[in-house]
Every structure is written in C-alpha cells, then in structure tokens.
C-alpha cells in the first residue's frame, strides 16, 4: 500500500521561506505524477503544484515565480520550495500521487504565514 509521508510545515513571517518534501513507500516502480496541494477551512482543497517524472509541471497562477516544485531523478520523493510567503499562503498543505489509476494523499502538513 502507497504511504505519502510530508515534512517541511511551519510558521513563517510573510516574505520568508519554507521547503515541504514527501516520501512515498510501498511500491515498486516510479510515480508518474507527483504534487502538492492545499486546503483552507470551508474550501475546496487546490492544486499548488505538480510535476511528472519526466519534468512536466503544473503551478497554481497564485503562485507562480514563488513557488518550485522538483523531484529527485528516479525517487518517489516530491519537494516543494516556497518563497516570498504570503499571509493567503496559509493552509493544510497535502502531497499527492496518482499511480494506476489511483489518488493518494499525505497526512497534510500546516504551514502558516503572518503578516
């Protein structure tokens, strides 16, 4: 069974930085896409950003030019570098994989920005 693992939530002042990065165990064989997303009280949960494993990605327009998604090359591992963090930034963050047909999702991981 695929388990997403997360790391990387916190708090930050607005214009700081924060990395998240996710694990995934319990399967053979490389994920074809990886992401993150995000989900606030009362709100649907988001796209923030994805990527496949031959480098396509995807970002939300809200953070674009501040936010970078990688992997590393042959590893289920998925990082999300954000900077330049805005108070509208704070949110359950949650990594996702979708492999065989099949979504999985992480914990979730708070990341909180003050103004």
């Known amino acids: 069974q695929l388990q997403l693992v997360e790391s990387g939530g916190g708090l930050v002042q607005a214009g700081g930085s924060l990395k998240l990065s996710c694990s995934a165990s319990g399967i053979d064989g490389v994920i074809n896409l990886m992401g993150w997303y995000r989900q606030v009280p009362g709100a649907q949960r988001e796209l923030v950003a994805r990527?496949?494993?031959?480098?396509?990605?995807d970002y939300a327009d809200s953070v674009k030019g501040r936010f970078v998604i990688s992997r590393v090359s042959g590893q289920n591992t998925v990082n999300l570098q954000m900077n330049s963090l805005k108070p509208e930034d704070t949110a359950v963050y949650y990594c996702h994989a979708w492999k065989d047909w099949t979504d999985y999702w992480g914990q979730g991981t708070q990341v909180t920005v003050s103004s």
């Open positions: 990527r496949t494993r031959t480098g396509s990605t």
